[in-house]
């Protein structure tokens, strides 16, 4: 059983349209990361929160915590190609330094 | 400012041979970690180091996976006998941050294959 289950496993869409993949748990945690992998290359940080309802954007991106500290939502305006990527969400988890990640969603934009 | 690198990108052994995979963090990170995703499935952590020191390794699958980081600097991880069940993606990882938890810095990954 993940940890931090990441729904859409997969998502297909056209450049120009909007979407949101998200980031759910049963646990609480203190932080939620997002990353960015694209093939061949290692994730890439976008963005860390810690505040139950925190909102930050980065660019076209929006990333909310949950209230609970239990899940995140990712949201991308206007998707372009340059999008294109695995994105995984991840906490910190079992008192030390220790990272868990999500299984990903795998985005697709056709231009 | 130079990233993490990993070597090497690939790695293809047979079954029961031993292979090596470097990493060498980004300059002045104490924090580094091992971490590996087998296919279809998350990536999960292997071990941690700070400095030369072994902080966790409760994520290493078993005895035959030996990570070293003499002085503190690069580390290796050695699969040793290697079997099916090995192949997939080999992340390094390292963080400033002491004392504390800090988001991390990857390299691009050594992809082992065991045929």
């Known amino acids: 059983t993940q940890l931090l289950e990441q729904s859409p496993q997969f998502l297909s869409i056209q450049e120009g349209e909007n979407l949101t993949v998200y980031c759910n748990s049963s646990?609480?945690?203190?932080?939620l990361q997002w990353y960015r992998q694209e093939p061949g290359e290692g994730p890439v940080l976008l963005v860390t929160?810690?505040?139950?309802?925190e909102v930050k954007k980065l660019k076209r991106l929006t990333f909310q915590f949950g209230d609970a500290r239990k899940d995140s939502s990712l949201h991308i305006t206007a998707a372009q190609p340059g999008d294109t990527g695995l994105y995984l969400c991840?906490?910190?988890?079992?008192?030390?330094?220790?990272?868990?990640f999500g299984a990903g969603t795998r985005l697709f934009v056709k231009a | 400012e130079a990233g993490v690198t990993q070597f090497p990108s690939h790695s293809v052994i047979e079954k029961g041979q031993t292979v090596t995979l470097r990493c060498d963090p980004i300059s002045g990170h104490d924090n580094l970690y091992w971490y590996r995703r087998v296919m279809g499935k998350e990536i999960k952590f292997l071990l941690h180091f700070v400095k030369e020191s072994k902080q966790d390794e409760s994520g290493m699958p078993n005895n035959r996976f030996l990570a070293e980081r003499t002085g503190g600097t690069y580390s290796t991880l050695k699969v040793q006998p290697a079997e099916l069940e090995d192949s997939g993606v080999y992340f390094c990882a390292s963080s400033q941050v002491t004392g504390g938890w800090s988001p991390l810095h990857f390299g691009n990954g050594t992809r082992l294959t065991v045929t």
């Open positions: 929160v810690v505040t139950g309802g």
């Open positions: 646990s609480v945690f203190s932080s």
């Open positions: 991840a906490a910190p988890r079992g008192g030390g330094f220790k990272t868990i």
